[in-house]
T-cell receptor, first 116, second 114 residues
């Protein structure tokens, strides 16, 4: 069964500092992996996704994530945090690569706070 | 704006009642997904429909049901409501039905059961 673990329910960084949000996954088949962002009182927005084309995935708003099969990780990074990055971030996995259905499992989320 | 619309935005009802949440997918999208987000359970996948057919089920209670209509809009029906059903319910849509398809989320319906 697929699962996702996000390490750290709350991360706080200073504006301009490196952002690192950790995600580890479990999947019996090569997975699809996603990072979504949720701003207060809004729905989720896709930041980036891994579908096996390249292990380093670049997303919107300067975020990127690297798929590391040996570590079963898909950590999200951004070189320099901006105040507008404050939000809830969700890592998600789908192991429906060989199916015509889609079942995405979300992690518990990491709230990112940015200190001025 | 993702292009996915959900109505109503807020819903307040009493225990034991039945409600219907509505979702209109982005133009051209054939898949609709429903999710429940609550403080204690987090974000949970409920069900996936593709072009009117159920494709995948998650942790959806028997008191809950969904359908996708010929015009591709979807409804999530919640019955015999309990206090614990209070949550944010999201709908998402995608072009096709594959596991790697990008899902576009609506703004959600906040359900409060009193």
């Amino acid at each position: 069964a697929q699962s996702v673990t996000q390490l750290g329910s709350h991360v706080s960084v200073s504006e301009g500092a490196l952002v690192l949000l950790r995600c580890n996954y479990s999947s019996s088949v090569p997975p699809y992996l996603f990072w979504y962002v949720q701003y207060p009182n809004q729905g989720l927005q896709l930041l980036l996704k891994y579908t096996s084309a390249a292990t380093l995935v670049k997303g919107i708003n300067g975020f990127e994530a690297e798929f590391k099969k040996s570590e079963t990780s898909f950590h999200l990074t951004k070189p320099s945090a901006h105040m507008s990055d404050a939000a809830e971030y969700f890592c998600a996995v789908s192991d429906q690569r060989y199916s015509s259905a889609s079942k995405i499992i979300f992690g518990s989320g990491t709230r990112l706070s940015i200190r001025p | 704006d993702s292009g996915v619309t959900q109505t109503p935005k807020h819903l307040i009802t009493a225990t034991g009642q039945r409600v219907t949440l509505r979702c209109s997918p982005r133009s051209g999208d054939l898949s609709v997904y429903w999710y429940q987000q609550s403080l204690d359970q987090g974000l949970q996948f409920l069900i996936h429909y593709y072009n009117g057919e159920e494709r995948a089920k998650g942790n959806i209670l028997e008191r809950f049901s969904a359908q996708q209509f010929p015009d591709l809009h979807s409804e999530l029906n919640l019955s015999s409501l309990e206090l614990g059903d209070s949550a944010l319910y999201f709908c998402a849509s995608s072009v096709a039905s594959g596991g790697g398809d990008t899902q576009y989320f609506g703004p959600g319906t906040r359900l409060t059961v009193l």
